[in-house]
């Protein structure tokens, strides 16, 4: 029979993984608890923490969807980071060729 774990045990857990960035594997052996559950709690996680609800455990299809979305926007926020620090560096490349004075 499945072992119920409370909520707060769930999001200590979670808190463990992604505040604190402990590795999955570790935080499964030090609380004794499954590697599939530990992945479910944080995917859980992270939708919540981006407005989305997640799809109830017999669902498949909605999960392989949420697991999509979550997955495009961390290409997404990775892209945005890239195109960031790229305008960044071209701003002080900009600084410094304009405040150079001419001969």
Known sequence: MPVKYSSEFK???VALVLAQGMSQK????DLGISKSASQVW?????LRGRGIEPAPAGDGDAQR?????????????MENEVLR???????QANLRIGSASPK
């Open 85 to 91: 620090r790229a305008a960044a560096y071209l701003s």
């Open 11 to 13: 999001r200590d857990a």
């Open 65 to 77: 969807e949420q697991a999509k979305m979550l997955k495009r926007i961390r290409e997404l926020e």
């Open 42 to 46: 944080v995917r859980d996680a992270q």
């Open 26 to 29: 570790q935080v499964c052996i």
